[in-house]
């Protein structure tokens, strides 16, 4: 009787840390904190940027304006068009500066017509492209009631409040407020054309 009872005890005490062992992660889970979401960014189309790596927000803000461009797989396109007119370097170069960025979707919305002959005339294709910048670090808090001179010359205008802001009062951002080493990225559902 005596052995049995020595073997039960041993068991139930074996048994304790095992439960206590197996306890220990779920009790560490529930009390860890929820990490926090530092992006200052707005709009519906963030959610399709990646939360790390190449092309999210994090990662843009190592880079120089141009190549968070180049890494943005919503913006392909106008990587190709600054390319093309030299702009990417000019982005990279600048001390401060903000694109109003055309993503895919705002190119496909041209025709092929208007698309071809902006892609083949440098010219209009340069000018069009400045028209989407400003030397200028513009944050959201900026684009209320904003007016920015464009490197193209002309001025854009910006209206809106919360989540939802404009562009000359038809394009809209769908991610705002993307911070580069040196300026901010607006994606625009709309490639913007000057008036001159």
Wanted: net charge positive.
């Amino acid at each position: 009787m005596q052995i049995r009872r020595s073997h039960a005890f041993v068991a139930a005490a074996a048994a304790v840390p095992l439960v206590m062992v197996g306890m220990a992660p779920l009790a560490s889970a529930d009390a860890s904190p929820k990490p926090a979401h530092s992006a200052k960014t707005f709009g519906t189309g963030c959610s399709s940027m990646p939360t790390s790596g190449k092309g999210s927000a994090a990662e843009a803000a190592k880079k120089k304006t141009g190549d968070a461009i180049a890494d943005n797989k919503d913006l392909s396109k106008l990587h190709d068009a600054l390319k093309k007119s030299g702009l990417d370097k000019k982005l990279n170069d600048a001390t401060h500066v903000t694109v109003f960025a055309p993503t895919n979707a705002a190119f496909d919305k041209l025709s092929k017509t208007e698309l071809d002959s902006l892609m083949k005339n440098p010219d209009q294709l340069k000018k069009a492209l400045e028209y989407h910048v400003v030397d200028k670090n513009i944050t959201r808090t900026d684009l209320a009631k904003g007016s920015f001179t464009t490197l193209e010359g002309s001025k854009i205008t910006t209206s809106g409040s919360g989540e939802n802001y404009k562009v000359n009062g038809t394009a809209t951002i769908t991610c705002g407020d993307i911070e580069t080493m040196n300026g901010h990225l607006n994606l625009v559902d709309s490639v913007l054309m000057p008036t001159s």
